[in-house]
């Protein structure tokens, strides 16, 4: 067999084990199935009535969805760093290692695995929302850029995760990673207004990521016009995936002499 179709069939094997594995731990799955409602749940009916969505003038359902949407795919794939460590420090890299694998398959069957996992968990918070009274106005066309946004976004954080549990030495370090991931949505315009912040959060809520992403989520799901958030989004997310990939890549082979 040529030399990509037996990378491409020990990548499709080691996603399958990544995923397996998620399957088997119960508690894990419940809470990523789980979460997703509840966060849902929790944003509308706990703080909706409390929270203006100042000059957007939406609903506040539909003002919260896309940052709900980034928040259950994003701490998901924030997880990749527990699991990156957990073969790192538990032996896995050393029987990987006599096998006739690329060593590159290793961390990238765990990205796959999680934009399978996670966009996955975004269609769930989704399907909430509109359970909950979300009534979303995008075409088709839309809906297959939300789509792209949302892998883009998990792509991204996945393989900052996998840098991240290829730094850090063990499991507990590399599950702080899932906090900054969670966090990261409470200061941009996803969650509240950023206009309404003071003046230093307001400064970092419109310079920070996750503020164009939503943004450009926001806009396609109700109809609005994108406008330049769209390419800010992209130029975030291409620029964390290319700066992470070729960092973890190298860090990977550098710990597993690969």
């Keep these: 067999m040529s030399a990509p179709v037996t990378a491409a069939a020990d990548l499709r094997r080691l996603t399958g084990r990544s995923l397996r594995r998620e399957l088997r731990i119960v508690d894990g799955l419940i809470v990523n199935t789980a979460l997703p409602v509840m966060i849902m749940v929790l944003f509308v009916y706990v703080f ?15 003002f919260v969805v896309p940052a709900v949407l980034l928040m259950s795919g ?13 073969d790192m420090t538990g032996g896995m890299i050393d029987r990987f290692r006599t096998l006739p694998i ?10 796959v695995a999680s934009m399978i996992r996670n966009v996955a968990s975004s269609a769930i918070a989704l399907a909430a929302a509109i359970l909950l009274g979300f009534r979303p106005d995008a ?19 996945s393989s900052l995760a996998v840098l991240w549990g290829l730094l850090v030495k063990s499991t507990q370090a590399a599950g702080a990673f899932s906090f900054v991931v969670l966090f990261l949505p409470y200061l941009s315009d996803g969650i509240v207004p950023a206009e309404t ?11 920070q990521p996750t ?16 406008g330049s958030s769209g390419l800010v989004a ?25």
Excluded: C, K, Q
């Design 102 to 111: 690329g060593g590159w398959v290793v961390p990238a069957g765990h990205v």
């Design 74 to 86: 994003g701490y998901g794939a924030a997880l990749t760093a527990v699991n990156i460590a957990d």
């Design 139 to 157: 075409s088709p066309a839309d809906w297959g850029l939300v789509l792209v946004v949302v892998a883009g976004y998990v792509l991204a954080m």
């Design 197 to 207: 912040m003071p003046g230093v959060l307001r400064a970092f809520a419109y310079n």
């Design 234 to 258: 992209a130029a975030w997310l291409g620029g964390a995936v290319a700066i992470s990939v070729p960092i973890a890549a190298w860090l990977f082979r550098r710990r597993t002499s690969y």
């Design 48 to 62: 909706g009535g409390a929270i203006t969505t100042g000059s957007s003038g939406l609903a506040y359902i539909d």
């Design 211 to 226: 503020t164009p992403i939503v943004e450009t989520l926001r806009a396609l799901l109700l109809d609005r016009p994108v």
